[in-house]
């Protein structure tokens, strides 16, 4: 027997997944997050968990981990004391930033301060032009006399950040090696090794939250790493990035930034093999929790690349009010709604959810621990759509009197309608929101999202899914099996994988094919060689090459996909076709006659991809009736409440049929579907529903 | 539908805003015009059938608030109504019917319904190139500025009208990113039409007419309330400010009235010889945009937010500009429209105020880089930002329109001009209970061996950043070459070697730097942000310098 373990740090929860290799088994357990001792749930989680499913902890081959302590660090400010060496004149970039307004209307709009104070920041007499050429070489008794500085100041970290490292690093790695060497017990980061990307302000601010990070992450692994031993854990441990791929525990301390939001990452991840399962190649994961709800495109069974993400929003998640970082990621879109994002009325006298949210604490009114304010998950009982006495499996009980209440002291009364009434305005507004938002991340990416299906997880997911999906007229749901730890899920079919950048400008015109591949191979080697040192033969790592490419003098790029190199490689000459094809894309307009550049070399190394060519199953399943009774839901279609049968999701049975109006519950979460939709059970226990399918017939 | 019940009405006015969030989307993603990808020199609006906005997209540049109601009625006015045909496209870049200068142009496409116009979708961007001289302040001859367009079908039933294509292809430089972004601006409006006739389907409305009604109705009660709150009386504003040779008066006069607000521009001073006249068109949007963000900034754009607003001005006033006065650098002067405006309410509405902002500084480039290409290329920076209540400036961040910058090294292997430093300038915040926010000093040298033309569009030299409510001014703008100071609106040439410094002006102070609390005044000095000797000079305050990384 051998076993895979995926283990998902959340705020609140930590998810794990056991999956059986042989048999497609998977067992689930949940726990709550120990957030000063996070190895602590972890390990007891991990021991529960065996225990459940009867497996010895030497049979797991492989234990996979994703977590939210890098982006909470951030968030609250808990990381290492940090000191910064930058290129002489350019003290100020991290507070000069992009000096651009991301609200128009919003006077009183934030940023975030930088993670290195001002004093803290040191100037390095140096210079390296952008063509590589050392213009004023480094000043190495100036270098020791700010290390000694930095370290009396009681600096724990340093972020190494000098213009155009990423063409020639070796200043960068000069200090780097004499910080090393002469000063023991900094944890360096220079920014030509994070990720050597063009744009100082982006790469320096990735390389400081690097920094800052980098200890705290260090002890973090260490714990958990001798925690495992003494459990005697025998496999190989793994941590997931941002990207969707999984590193080796020395990757991850040297690039901890890489492993920001790694758990929604893992979710999306989980929407791709779902896809593939299901042979839906293009769909939108739609991952909705406690206070934000996340959207990823996959397109042609592959969740989207980006090199950029924005964390830890200062001002009412507003994008603009956070840290943008350069790191590999799945491109995703977040929005301040999740199940206690508070509702009330805006200057317009019309109703109005999010961003703020009620938190853990006091939370939504029904949560009865004197919260006031109406929140989603309050709308949602009122509803029908939550039982009180099932949330969480009957862990909570939930107060409906207290719901009701709080909507129609905040928003009935106000705008003169009944209670019912106003919870539905929550609900179809929270629902208008994201619908809205995923319209804008497909169209600024280019994407005609009515021919996707969705995959709905998360806490909150499931219970605004089948309504999102009709406004977007998507017209098939997928609540796959596992949705309440979905991201526990999506940690087993990670790949290792590591990626890296070469940004160098390089005209097309008198490019040749050498001078193409030997670009690329620097970088190549780079990658490969952390898989290798994960264990893997070359012969089971794939490659794949991207392109940032423009035209000349133009101030954006477009990135194009190389095909796979294993037979022959790309020809110079077919950079213009795939360029052309691309940009016809994005831009639906055909190309211009101006001459071509690349500007940045991607690569990224994949290992081979877990099996799990059985599919999966939970084991959970409940034996007798699939339907467990009937609550009355509100339907707007009958503007009113409705008898609605409610089913024991584990109870159901392969080839099921169940017509909307209906409510699917399982523990973490409630599935709903309505008037016109039906649900089918598939092989796997999935439930694909078909939305407004009555409507069509 | 008489009246529209209230949890619809606020799904269906979020899904209008959703429709110009969409087509915004559609339209930076399709855009060539870097300055339209990174700074939004752009709006959105749609309209109902009697031309009356019903939502604007938000991302839309303060300079365009409004302007496309006047643009609507200029094209209804050269077409009736009646020739409308579904699939028509106008398109318009005249100054005093679009927002202010022949560089942006506008495209109004009427929506039709089972053969009956509903209403309009409407877009309008700055283009890469319209011609003449190019994008500069130093032009004295309106005919000189670029092609000028009047109202035009340039599609008429679904076609493409070639001979104004040919018109516009031939005049302008480089025409493929200019069609480039016509094209972007069809495919925004094309794309209103389908999500707002999906929209209308959905709900099954026949016209947009009782909507339109609720969300003009429910928009100008809120305005109107929140004007009521301003004690009726007369609010009154003059300020200095430097124009191509000697300076410039501004004044505004703002009348309230029950929930109105009258602003008259009386007392500006004429019309000058170079393009920083203004149209009324521009002046009325900076004005608008200041009375939003004086009374309720997140209320959306729309007919009924604008309904108690009106506004007059002089013919022939520089904020009043009549044809054939050149405009093409109208932002130089219409900027400073917003805080003249909003410095009128300074005693009104304490809390809603800001102190002036350093603003952004454009420079164009022209000239060869090492080994003799031909570039041209727009340098931006911005001063500090003006404290306002409760709030110190931030740093390097503009008012009233701000332009996200070019990084060091992007700019350095695209121009091969070398930034030397790029530093926050110490003691450059105006002081005040709430300091303004720093500005800062760029080092360029001209490293490629040629000669560069500078273009340059700065501001605040004669007359920094105003405080308000006691706060001080922030240090001004200057530009050197070489050490000798240049006009802040010409022209001039770096030679090989040459070194430019750029002073961007510190943010203006908010209230009585006495009143500031000292703490704040230490972590500025520990920051490095004020320096000891300002601290005991402008605050009263003696810090001892405290050693790095201790904390404050």
Redesign the interface.
């Known amino acids: 027997m051998s076993y895979r373990l995926g283990v998902d740090i959340g705020g609140t929860f930590t998810d794990l997944a056991l999956l059986d290799e042989n048999s497609g088994g998977v067992t689930i357990h949940k726990l709550l997050t120990t957030p000063k001792e996070p190895a602590q749930a972890v390990l007891q989680g991990m021991i529960e968990l065996l225990a459940m499913a009867k497996a010895p902890v030497q049979e797991i081959t492989a234990l996979i981990h994703g977590t939210t302590l890098v982006t909470n660090a951030v968030i609250e400010r808990k990381g290492s004391l940090c000191a910064m060496i930058v290129t002489k004149g350019f003290r100020d970039v991290l507070s000069i930033g992009a000096e651009n307004r991301y609200d128009q209307f919003d006077m009183r709009l934030r940023y975030p301060e930088p993670l290195v104070s001002r004093p803290l920041i040191f100037e390095i007499d140096e210079r390296i032009g952008p063509d590589g050429k050392v213009r004023k070489a480094l000043d190495e008794a100036e270098l020791r006399a700010i290390l000694t500085k930095a370290r009396a100041a009681g600096a724990e970290a340093l972020a190494v950040c000098l213009l155009h490292s990423y063409v020639e690093p070796k200043h960068e790695q000069r200090i780097k090696e004499i910080a090393t060497k002469e000063f023991p017990g900094f944890y360096v980061s220079a920014s030509s090794d994070v990720l050597p990307f063009m744009r100082e302000f982006e790469r320096w601010t990735t390389t400081t939250m690097n920094a800052y990070v980098a200890r705290m992450m260090d002890l973090y692994i260490q714990k958990l790493e001798s925690g495992l031993q003494r459990e005697k854990f025998a496999g190989r441990f793994y941590i997931m990035t941002s990207n969707g791929g999984t590193v080796t525990p020395d990757t991850a301390r040297t690039y901890p930034v890489r492993l920001l939001e790694s758990g929604p990452a893992a979710g999306a991840l989980m929407s791709a093999h779902v896809s593939r399962l299901l042979g839906l190649p293009d769909l939108l994961s739609f991952d909705m929790g406690g206070t934000t709800a996340k959207g990823a495109l996959i397109v042609g069974h592959e969740p989207q690349k980006k090199y950029e993400l924005e964390v830890a929003h200062i001002h009412e998640h507003k994008t603009g009010s956070g840290f943008t970082v350069k790191i590999p990621v799945i491109d995703m879109v977040e929005i301040g709604m999740g199940g206690g994002s508070i509702a009330g009325i805006d200057e317009r006298g019309v109703i109005k959810v999010g961003p703020r949210s009620a938190g853990a604490e006091p939370g939504p009114a029904c949560y009865g621990q004197d919260g006031q304010l109406p929140t989603i998950t309050d709308a949602n009982l009122l509803l029908g759509f939550l039982d009180p006495d099932f949330f969480l499996g009957g862990r909570m009980k939930l107060d409906r009197a207290a719901a009701e209440q709080a909507i129609m002291g905040r928003l009935g009364k106000p705008l003169g309608i009944e209670a019912m009434h106003a919870a539905w305005g929550i609900h179809q507004t929270a629902n208008e929101g994201m619908a809205q938002a995923f319209r804008l991340h497909a169209a600024e990416r280019g994407h005609d999202y009515r021919s996707f299906a969705m995959t709905a997880f998360g806490g909150s997911g499931p219970l605004h899914a089948a309504r999102i999906a009709r406004i977007l007229r998507i017209p098939h749901v997928v609540f796959p099996v596992g949705a309440g730890v979905m991201s526990a899920f999506g940690l087993l079919v990670s790949p290792l994988s590591f990626e890296t950048v070469l940004s160098r400008t390089l005209a097309i015109d008198g490019l040749d094919d050498k001078t193409l591949d030997a670009a690329f191979a620097a970088p190549i080697a780079e990658a490969t060689a952390f898989l290798e040192r994960a264990g893997l033969s070359r012969k089971d790592i794939r490659i794949r090459r991207r392109l940032d490419m423009r035209y000349r003098g133009q101030g954006y790029e477009i990135e194009i996909l190389l095909p796979d190199p294993s037979g022959k490689s790309t020809r110079v000459s077919e950079l213009g076709d795939l360029f052309g094809k691309e940009y016809e894309r994005v831009f639906s307009t055909s190309f211009l006659r101006e001459p071509l550049e690349i500007v940045n070399f991607k690569v990224e190394a994949v290992g081979p991809a877990p099996k799990m060519q059985a599919g999966y199953r939970l084991l959970r399943q409940a034996e007798g009736a699939a339907l467990k009774g009937h609550r009355m839901v509100y339907q707007p279609e009958s503007q009113g409440l409705v008898s609605c049968p409610v089913y024991d999701r584990a109870a159901l049975k392969p080839a099921d049929m169940l017509e909307g109006p209906a409510l699917i519950e399982e523990k973490e979460s409630t599935s709903i579907i309505n008037a016109g939709d039906r649900i089918t059970v598939d092989a796997g226990m999935n439930l694909v529903a078909e939305i407004g399918v009555a409507e069509r017939r | 539908m008489a009246t529209i019940?209230?949890?619809l009405?606020?799904?269906m006015?979020?899904?209008l805003n959703?429709i110009t969030?969409?087509m915004t989307?559609?339209l930076?993603?399709?855009s060539?015009s870097?300055i339209v990808?990174?700074?939004y020199d752009l709006s959105v609006v749609v309209f109902d059938a009697k031309g009356r906005a019903l939502a604007q997209g938000?991302?839309?540049?303060?300079g365009h608030s409004g302007t496309a109601a006047n643009t609507i009625r200029y094209v209804m006015d050269n077409f009736p109504v009646a020739e409308m045909l579904p699939g028509d496209l106008f398109i318009t870049n005249d100054p005093w019917h679009g927002t202010g200068h022949v560089y942006d142009m506008n495209f109004v496409r009427p929506v039709f319904r089972k053969n009956r116009l509903i209403g309009f979708t409407f877009s309008d961007t700055h283009m890469p190139d319209m011609g003449g001289l190019g994008f500069s302040a130093n032009i004295a001859d309106k005919f000189a500025e670029g092609l000028h367009l009047p109202a035009v079908r340039l599609i008429r039933d679904g076609k493409v009208d070639p001979s104004i294509m040919a018109i516009i292809r031939s005049n302008v430089r480089v025409s493929?990113?200019v069609v480039?972004d016509i094209?972007?601006n069809v495919?925004c409006n094309e794309l209103g039409e389908r999500l707002l006739l999906e929209f209308m389907d959905e709900y099954r409305l026949t016209d947009l007419g009782a909507l339109g009604d609720a969300i003009i109705g429910?928009?100008e009660?809120?305005m109107r309330e929140a004007i009521a709150r301003i004690p009726n009386g007369i609010y009154e504003n003059r300020m200095q400010i430097e124009g191509l040779d000697g300076s410039l008066t501004l004044a505004c006069r703002c009348t309230v009235k029950d929930g109105t607000i009258a602003v008259d521009f009386a007392g500006s001073d004429r019309i000058v010889a170079g393009a920083i006249n203004v149209p009324f068109c521009y002046t009325r949007a900076m004005a608008i945009?200041a009375l939003?963000?004086l009374t309720?900034?997140?209320?959306?754009a729309n007919e009924g937010s604008i309904g108690p607003l009106s506004f007059s001005a002089p013919d022939n006033c520089i904020l009043n500009a009549l044809p054939p006065a050149p405009t093409a650098g109208r932002h130089v002067v219409g900027h400073y429209v917003t805080p003249l405006v909003m410095g009128a309410f300074a005693d009104a509405l304490p809390e809603?105020v800001?102190a002036q902002s350093g603003m952004?500084d454009l420079i164009n480039v022209q000239g060869k880089v090492v080994g003799g290409r031909e570039?041209s290329n727009m340098f931006?920076?911005?001063g500090g930002y003006g404290a306002?209540d409760g709030?110190d400036g931030?740093?390097?961040?503009?008012?009233p329109a701000?332009?996200?910058?070019?990084?060091?090294?992007?700019w350095?292997?695209?121009t091969?001009i070398?930034?030397?430093?790029?530093?926050?300038l110490p003691d450059s915040g105006g002081a005040g209970k709430y300091r303004g926010g720093l500005g800062?000093e760029v080092?360029m040298r001209n490293d490629p061996g040629h000669p560069l033309t500078l273009s340059f569009f700065g501001r605040q030299t004669d007359f920094a950043p105003q405080g308000v409510r006691g706060g001080k001014p922030g240090t001004p703008h200057r530009y050197t070459i070489e050490g000798k100071s240049v006009h802040a609106i010409g022209r001039s040439t770096l030679d090989a070697n040459e070194k430019l410094v750029v002073i961007l002006p510190g943010g203006g102070g908010y209230g009585d730097p006495k009143q500031r609390d000292p703490d704040s005044v230490r972590r500025d000095v520990?920051?490095?942000?004020v320096s000891a000797e300002g601290a005991r000079r402008d605050y009263g305050i003696d810090v001892v310098r405290s050693?790095?990384?201790?904390k404050a």
Do not use: C, H, Y
Request: hydrophobic letters at 45%.
């Open positions: 019940d209230p949890v009405l606020g799904i006015w979020d899904r959703a969030s969409e989307a559609a930076i993603r399709t060539f870097t990808r990174e700074s938000r991302l839309s540049a303060p493929e990113q480039g094209m972007a495919t429910k928009s009660a809120a945009f939003r963000l309720v900034p997140n209320l959306p809603r800001q952004v570039m931006f920076a911005s306002m709030m931030m740093p390097t961040l503009a008012t701000s332009m996200k910058i070019i990084p060091i090294e992007v350095e292997t695209l091969g070398t930034i030397e430093s790029k530093r926050l800062q080092i520990r920051d490095g942000f050693p790095a990384g201790e």
